[in-house]
């Protein structure tokens, strides 16, 4: 029942979210300076062909005006048209959030295996030089922001040794025809392992540097909830029985340990999600965050609020599921 009440508690407060994004970068992008009518039309246009395209766009009206027509549409499911790119800015963003989301994932995988390996080695090996390399490892990989990290990984596995691709998603000369945007999740459903390698070669260094840090974090939450546990009296318990201490970390300390990470891994996917933006573009990528940044250079308004408000969507539900989850996980509220 709690977790009935707390599950439509935060649809409610999601719903709130949304709009109050709605309404931040609605308002934000309109009195930024800057006005997109001027970039679209040569020099020589006239006021009647500036005021043309205002009316097209509805630029002509109030900014409430705009912003109740546009939500009212959203609502309905049109966000509109871009005006760089005069397509539904639905399509567009459905076009290529796929790409950001399968970039997000390898990275979210690829820093749970990283940190947690990382954490469960420390615990293994504590008190000793291991431990201590580790913790010296994993600050410096705090330190340094995804973007450094992808300039880095740019210069040693893509420059001085070639040993992955630096830009794009897929390259154009393999001739696969793709049937969805998914292409990492359909080529593995199509059993095309010579393609899966090719979208590999191009994801990993991007998603390499968006988990670096992110693994960093949790090797340090993971680490000290392993080490909490190892004091626990259900751990001294199983010495006595004469486990060996991984078996001890794997099957007693870390299931117990693992609840407060997996919060802390539902978080910071979001600011992961976010940080696609600038990994992005700097390698090239055919996802929403490299489109994102187009947008706001173009001034494209109907397509910065139609990609604000699918990253606020995604943030939103990220969290409302690792929140159930963590609810279902836990005794004490699975049981309330």
Known sequence: MLIVRALLTRLATTFVTLFGAAVIVFVVIRVVPGNPIAMMLPPGATDADIARLKALYGLDKSIPEQFWIWIGNVVQGDFGTSITLRQP???????????????????????????????????????????????????????????????????????????????????????????????????????????????????????????????????????????????????????????????????????????????????????LIGGTVIIERLFSYEGLGNMAIDAVINRDLPLIQGIVIVFALLFTMVNLVVDMTYAALNPRLRHA
């Open 89 to 271: 800015v639905y399509d567009l963003v459905v076009g290529r959030l796929p790409a950001t989301l399968e970039l997000s994932i390898v990275a979210l995988i690829i820093a749970v295996l990283l940190g947690g390996a990382a954490a469960m080695t420390a615990t293994l090996y504590r008190g000793s030089k291991v431990e201590g390399g580790i913790d010296v490892a994993g600050g410096i990989a705090l330190s340094l922001p995804d973007f450094l990290w992808g300039l880095a990984l740019i210069l040693v596995l893509g420059v001085v040794w070639p040993l992955f691709h630096i830009s794009g998603r897929v390259s154009p000369s393999l001739g696969f025809d793709f049937q969805s945007n998914f292409y990492l999740f359909e080529a593995l459903v199509r059993l095309r392992f010579d393609v899966v390698l090719n979208l590999a070669s191009h994801m990993l260094l991007p998603a390499l540097a968006l988990a670096i840090p992110l693994a960093a974090i949790i090797l340090r939450l993971l680490k000290q909830s392993l080490k909490e546990c190892m004091h626990q009296d259900y751990v001294t318990l199983a010495r006595t029985k004469g486990y060996p201490e991984r078996s001890i970390i794997l099957r007693e300390a870390l299931p117990n340990a693992i609840l407060p990470t997996l919060t802390l891994i539902g978080v910071q996917f979001t600011f």
